[in-house]
């Protein structure tokens, strides 16, 4: 389904980023990944070439913050310059700075916008000059359920997730007749450490939100972002796939 094709994943150094890295190289694909911890960047290369089905299958790195626009477009340049081409983009880089407005810093609004939603500006920008010119391309931006429903103490995380679905279904308009494909996955509740953190009251309450009764997993990201990313999703674009157990269903 994506064998052979060239794919950029930015947060990829680790939670749902990383898996799927490592689950779209196990089915053949060629995988950059942006990240911002070096360490953290080699481990998850060596982690996604294990998880290789070809010896020739590239993996590689490069440290850069995706919310600053001249590093990113010379990150991307160095990734078409080594692959060829970039065939997938997958924006899942983003942060928390959780706080009730009336209590929120100015400074944790503002790079949550730009490490959240700034940075699908800053690679999309880039990228779909490249896909423009193949004419075809698959694009795929990590939002949230809570872009979608909201939750007390996260205004600046919903308002970058929910920025990120009008951004995705206008560019898709933008796009479609280049044969390139714009959606977005909204997660609920993911086992991720940045959900690790949270105490047991606090799961238990979520829980009870999510008619499957359980928080997801990575893998259940990484599973539909690779029928977004392959051929069976040809027909399908400016939409927003929901994985979240049922939680926030109307």
Known sequence: ????????????????????????????????????????????????????????????????????????????????????????????????????????KEEDWDKVIEVNLKSVYNTCRIVAKAMMKARSGKIINITSIIGLIGNPGQVNYAASKAGMIGFSKSLAKELASRGICVNCIAPG?????????????????????????????????????????SDMSDYVTGEVITVAGGMGMA
Do not use: W
């Open 1 to 104: 389904m994506i064998l052979g094709k060239k794919v950029l994943i930015t947060g990829g150094t680790s939670g749902i980023g990383k898996d799927i890295a490592k689950y779209f190289a196990s089915h053949g694909a060629n995988v950059a990944i942006f990240g911002t911890n070096s360490e953290r960047g080699e481990e998850a290369v060596r982690e996604i070439e294990a998880n290789r089905v070809g010896s020739d299958q590239k993996v590689f790195f490069i440290n850069v913050d995706v919310s600053k626009a001249a590093p990113v477009e010379a990150a991307i340049n160095k990734i078409l310059v080594e692959f060829g081409a970039i065939d997938i983009l997958i924006n899942n880089a983003g942060i928390v700075r959780d706080s009730l407005l009336v209590r929120m």
């Open 189 to 229: 509740f993911i086992e991720t450490p940045m959900t690790d953190v949270l105490n047991e009251t606090m799961k238990t309450s979520l829980l009870e939100e999510i008619p499957l009764g359980r928080m997801g997993k990575t893998l259940d990201i990484a599973k539909a972002a690779l029928f977004l990313a």
